[in-house]
């Protein structure tokens, strides 16, 4: 049974930092490439950044390039989500996601997700 836990969300003032984690089980976790997307209330979940599966390639979305960074440790079966200077608008539930061998940005691509956890940046 393949199963995500995300960990490290939490309640943060703007300007903050945050890291994420995801650890993995129940599957391969060095064939598969691994997301971060987020949620917020009343809208779509939205694709935050991706990671290859050997980690050499990553990708972000245009808000948090550049704030956020995405890394795995295959020892570990954990992908990160590493956090700098948050926003309000960062405020939303952050799922990781796998995906077999190869990233995408959309959500419907993944096979696998975590329960979620929620990060809440106040201004």
């Known amino acids: 049974q393949v199963q995500l836990v995300e960990s490290g969300g939490g309640l943060v003032q703007a300007g903050d930092s945050l890291r994420l984690s995801c650890a993995a089980s129940g599957l391969t976790f060095s064939r598969y490439a691994m997301g971060w997307f987020r949620q917020a209330p009343g809208k779509e979940r939205e694709f935050v950044a991706a990671i290859s599966i050997s980690g050499d390639s990553t990708s972000y979305a245009g808000s948090v390039k550049g704030r956020f960074t995405i890394s795995r440790d295959n020892a570990k079966n954990t992908v990160y989500l590493q956090m700098n200077s948050l926003k309000p608008e960062d405020t939303a539930v952050y799922y990781c996601?796998?995906?077999?061998?190869?990233?995408?940005?959309?959500?419907?691509?993944?096979?696998?997700w975590g329960q979620g956890t929620q990060v809440t940046v106040s201004s």
């Open positions: 996601a796998a995906r077999l061998r190869v990233t995408s940005s959309s959500p419907r691509n993944y096979d696998f």
